[in-house]
């Protein structure tokens, strides 16, 4: 009786667990960033454009 309530109870953990990038995905998390389209292309332009504005007061 126990085993079986085990067995199904550890069926119904198994059936709720997703995948993580669907639940990535529902959260909204993926995507919600802001940015340059081309960062990933152009990065050390940026960054060293964001640098020299924020530390040029030399």
Not at 21 to 36: E, K, P, V, Y
């Given at each position: ?6 067995e ?37 332009s ?13």
């Amino acid at each position: 009786m126990i085993k079986s309530a085990l067995e199904l109870y550890y069926q119904q953990l198994q059936q709720e667990q997703k995948n993580p990038l669907s639940m990535l995905n529902q959260t909204g998390f993926i995507g919600c960033g802001q940015a340059d389209p081309d960062l990933s292309v152009n990065y050390k332009s940026i960054l060293r454009h964001g640098l020299k504005a924020k530390y040029d007061y030399r």
